[in-house]
């Protein structure tokens, strides 16, 4: 947050004073350079913020020096513009959801926000206007605490609300594809809630884009926004909808293309689990590291590989680096853009190494 006064007046040409480096308490003395003193001219105390054209002004030219970084409230965008003659376009809906808890067996949906907007097929960019949807549920019983501070949704706020059926299924009906930032949260929730999201498309911005490799310090929305120059209030589903999508129309760092085109892109492939059945105990530093996860309930590490290419380059590393070239079955199940991220199975079949 910018601060346009300190709540004190130096003179006009007032010289301040260097002051002495603290004493180190090691014995030894380090050689501080000294900074060149400082002129500050008067702030009067009733100084306001300032209007929006000067706003602008200040943060352009802070923008221009490289030693500050400008963050702008992220600013909705309901309209992209309209598109070429000729051009082909993708229906894509982006969607976000607060619930009750994490576990979808046992917690419900206490909001759902959806923004429909086609999608320029080459170029990977939004074009028209945006639909938007949003709406509060009642869950029926009290929403826990935890979750009323991360979202600052209460009891009193979806008492008597439910979500709009009709509408929701008339929106998801003419989707190509379902983004969200965390589709293995969002889907279980909402297709247990409304069956019309079930065989839908979808691709997920958090998993289905390697934002390590794009150069980004984190995958987290908040994060790829800031990067982006936005901040904004997170944990309400409409406003990180606006923020997903806006991440996502930019161009990646390291790409031509858009966030948007790579997970439409992505959307087409089928992604593969692969389960490393009898594994031996001493190679779990290995696949660890490789970054299998121990299914607890299934006694088994696995993985997800991106194509049919990765599948088997896989299963020749395990067969040398974890089953010493020993025979070893390897449990696959195929998972396309219509199952991925669901709580329902794809196709499961063995694979001899």
């Not at 209030?233 to 858009?258: F, G, I, N, S, W």
């Not at 790579?262 to 087409?268: P, V």
């Amino acid at each position: 947050m910018s601060q346009f006064s300190f709540g004190f007046e130096v003179p006009e040409g007032h010289v301040l004073p260097d002051v002495p480096p603290a004493r180190s308490k090691s014995r030894k003395k380090a050689a501080i350079p000294r900074e060149q003193p400082r002129v500050l001219s008067s702030v009067p105390h009733d100084s306001k913020v300032p209007g929006e054209d000067e706003a602008a002004s200040m943060a352009k030219k802070l923008s221009a020096h490289p030693d500050y970084k400008v963050l702008r409230r992220l600013q909705p965008c309901l309209d992209y513009g309209p598109a070429a003659p000729g051009v082909v376009t993708r229906r894509v809906l982006v969607l976000d959801t607060e619930t009750t808890g994490l576990d979808q067996r046992t917690e419900q949906i206490i909001e759902l926000a959806m923004l429909a907007v086609d999608v320029d097929v080459e170029t990977g960019l939004p074009v028209g206007p945006v639909e938007i949807y949003e709406d509060f549920e009642d869950p029926g019983k009290p929403i826990p605490p935890a979750i009323v501070q991360i979202t600052g949704i209460d009891s009193a706020m979806v008492q008597g609300h439910r979500l709009n059926d009709a509408r929701v299924n008339e929106m998801v009906a003419r989707a190509d594809l379902i983004v969200a930032h965390n589709a293995g949260f969002d889907r279980p929730f909402v297709e247990a809630r409304l069956p019309v999201f079930v065989g839908k498309s979808w691709a997920c911005s958090f998993a289905g884009i390697d934002w390590k490799a794009q150069g980004t310090g984190s995958a987290k929305l908040e994060f790829l926004a800031h990067e982006s120059g936005w901040f904004y209030d997170a944990h309400r589903a409409q406003v990180d909808c606006h923020a997903l999508l806006q991440v996502l129309a930019r161009p990646l760092p390291k790409e031509l293309q858009t966030g948007l085109a790579c997970l439409m892109a992505a959307s087409h492939n089928t992604r593969y689990k692969l389960r490393a059945i009898g594994a031996p105990f001493d190679s779990k530093d290995k696949l660890k590291a490789r970054g299998y996860r121990w299914d607890a309930e299934g006694r088994v590490w696995s993985t997800t590989l991106p194509s049919q290419e990765a599948l088997q380059a896989e299963g020749a590393w395990l067969k040398v680096a974890v089953y010493s070239s020993r025979s070893a079955r390897l449990e696959i199940e195929a998972l396309d853009s219509r199952v991925q991220f669901s709580a329902r199975q794809g196709d499961v079949f063995e694979l001899q190494i």
